[in-house]
Nanobody
Framework: QVQLVESGGGLVQAGGSLRVSCAASGDTFSRYSMGWFRQAPGKERDFVAG????????RYVDSVEGRFTISRDNAKNTVYLQMNRLEPEDTAIYYC?????????????????WGLGTQVTVSS
């Protein structure tokens, strides 16, 4: 079992930056990959970025490539999502998720563990 807790969300003006964090606890010694998803009101939950815990390999959705950076701190069992040049379309609840394999899946159903999310709002 893996428990995930997101933090760091908030209100940011367009063009600004924000970093959200995901602290993992429980069965964190096994190899797995982690991802960030986001869901806006009335829309489906979409993949944003992923990282393989052991190798550090990353993957991004095209709309955030070059603006967002996913990283992890092995000692703290924490994954981060640095968001720069934020746009109103980035407004959503951001969820942290973990899979049991190293592959960077982009489908929500392939992630077994989820946090409760943190709200990110970008004003225009």
């Amino acid at each position: 079992q893996v428990q995930l807790v997101e933090s760091g969300g908030g209100l940011v003006q367009a063009g600004g930056s924000l970093r959200v964090s995901c602290a993992a606890s429980g069965d964190t010694f096994s190899r797995y990959s982690m991802g960030w998803f986001r869901q806006a009101p009335g829309k489906e939950r979409d993949f944003v970025a992923g990282i393989a815990w052991t190798s550090g390999r990353t993957r991004y959705v095209d709309s955030v490539e070059g603006r967002f950076t996913i990283s992890r701190d092995n000692a703290k069992n924490t994954v981060y999502l640095q968001m720069n040049r934020l746009e109103p379309e980035d407004t959503a609840i951001y969820y942290c998720a973990a899979s049991t394999g190293a592959a960077l899946f982009d489908a929500p159903n392939l992630y077994a563990y989820w946090g409760l999310g943190t709200q990110v709002t970008v004003s225009s």
